[in-house]
T-cell receptor, first 114, second 111 residues
Framework: AQSVTQPDIHITVSEGASLELRCNYS??????LFWYVQSPGQGLQLLLK??????LVQGIKGFEAEFKRSQSSFNLRKPSVHWSDAAEYFC????????????FGTGTRLTVIP | SQTIHQWPATLVQPVGSPLSLECTVE??????LYWYRQAAGRGLQLLFY??????ISSEVPQNLSASRPQDRQFILSSKKLLLSDSGFYLC??????????FGPGTRLTVL
């Protein structure tokens, strides 16, 4: 069965510091992988996605993620965090059926210290 | 371009009252539609999804139901709300690209 693990519930970083949010997945085939961001009281915004090809994926707002099949991971990175990046981040794996269902991790809350 | 709307944005309802949340999508045809619930401090739980008009699949048994009366309209309902129904309800759509796009959400508080 598909599942996603985000081992860090809460991360605090200083503004300007680098960021890495961890995501591990369980899926029987080559996965479709996604990162979403959610600001308080808002819906989810797609940051980036991986379907196939280059394992390093660029997204919006300066984020990138790297798919590592050997580690079943899809970690999200940003070289320099801005205060506006404070939010909840969700990793998800798609089941690639006709319904395109997504299985989400429990999220990582990012706090940015000035 | 495609847009997704949800209303109301916030709702406070007493226990035992009915519920109707609406989601509509513009700019696309025959989308897959989804209802999620996000409880405080928790991840997203898929409640229902629909691949076409009148086609509803339920992921979690509960006192909620969903309907899709039109191609781009998805409704979440309940006949009698429970305290445990409180949460943030998100609607999403997907097309041929296997990517889901989310609406702004509805904050439901059951008192």
């Amino acid at each position: 069965a598909q599942s996603v693990t985000q081992p860090d519930i809460h991360i605090t970083v200083s503004e300007g510091a680098s960021l890495e949010l961890r995501c591990n997945y369980s899926y029987g085939a080559t996965p479709y992988l996604f990162w979403y961001v959610q600001s308080p009281g808002q819906g989810l915004q797609l940051l980036l996605k991986y379907f196939s090809g280059d394992t390093l994926v660029q997204g919006i707002k300066g984020f990138e993620a790297e798919f590592k099949r050997s580690q079943s991971s899809f970690n999200l990175r940003k070289p320099s965090v801005h205060w506006s990046d404070a939010a909840e981040y969700f990793c998800a794996v798609g089941d690639q059926t006709g319904a395109n269902n997504l299985f989400f991790g429990t999220g990582t809350r990012l706090t940015v210290i000035p | 371009s495609q847009t997704i709307h949800q209303w109301p944005a916030t709702l406070v309802q007493p226990v035992g009252s009915p519920l109707s949340l609406e989601c509509t999508v513009e700019g696309t045809s025959n989308p897959n539609l989804y209802w999620y619930r996000q409880a405080a401090g928790r991840g997203l739980q898929l409640l229902f999804y629909s691949v076409g008009i009148g086609q509803i699949s339920s992921e979690v048994p509960q006192n909620l139901s969903a309907s899709r009366p039109q191609d781009r309209q998805f409704i979440l309902s309940s006949k009698k709300l429970l305290l445990s129904d409180s949460g943030f309800y998100l609607c999403a759509w997907s097309g041929l690209t296997d990517t889901q796009y989310f609406g702004p959400g509805t904050r439901l508080t059951v008192l």
